[in-house]
């Protein structure tokens, strides 16, 4: 007869289910590619975040950059009006171009020949007054500084002939060299060529 120990033993091995000895090994293997799958789904996330940050700040500055282009460059690289630079030198170009003509060049047989001749005026400066465009077409009002070369002759023509006081070019053709810095309103004219602007007249402002 058995022992009551050895009994007991007996019978509660009877209540206890056999555990299957491969059990562990799959919990352990199921619980490993879980970890693993969280793992790679958390890097994931956080590399999709900085590229989509990085694209979304790629999109505002290609906008940034569009919106830029239009306010520099209209009509495809257009000037919207003339530049400071290209309205100074037409005006020392205009100055310059104003001249004394000797006795005998003014008695030639050419009377549509343009004039030889020596500047009359030497370019000092100008200021911009007002600059007006409309489609093609810009008209700027400039303040032009200007000082006589010593000289004379029989007349003085071109350029800013027309803004000379009669009495100021009598003295100069006389050789009484007008002195002191002297000032000329001119209304200038542009019209647009391809890309640019182009000086087509030069004239007196209306009086204000």
């Not at 000037?79 to 005006?91: A, F, L, S, T, V």
Request: glycine share 8%.
């Amino acid at each position: 007869m058995l022992g009551t120990d050895r009994f007991c033993v007996l019978l509660l091995r009877s209540q206890i289910p056999p555990m299957r000895t491969d059990q562990p090994r799959i919990n352990i293997r199921r619980a490993a590619l879980i970890f693993f799958a969280a793992i790679i789904t958390a890097s994931c996330s956080e590399k999709s975040a900085p590229d989509q940050t990085k694209d979304s700040n790629t999109s505002e500055g290609l906008h940034e950059l569009v919106r830029e282009s239009e306010v520099e460059t209209p009509e495809g690289g257009a000037e919207p009006q003339p530049g400071k630079d290209e309205i100074e030198e037409d005006c020392a170009a205009f100055v310059r171009s104003t001249k004394v003509v000797p006795a005998r060049a003014a008695a030639t047989d050419c009377p549509g020949c343009p004039a030889g001749g020596t500047a009359v005026l030497a370019f000092r400066g100008m200021k911009t007054d007002v600059i007006s465009c409309s489609g093609d077409t810009c008209t700027v009002v400039v303040t032009i500084r200007a000082v006589f070369n010593p000289g004379s002759g029989e007349t003085v023509t071109g350029g800013l002939t027309a803004w000379i006081p009669p009495e100021q070019r009598n003295a100069y053709l006389s050789a009484h060299t007008p002195s002191g810095e002297q000032a000329y309103r001119v209304r200038i004219t542009y019209k647009r060529r391809g890309a640019g602007w182009r000086a087509i007249e030069f004239d007196r402002p209306p009086v204000e």
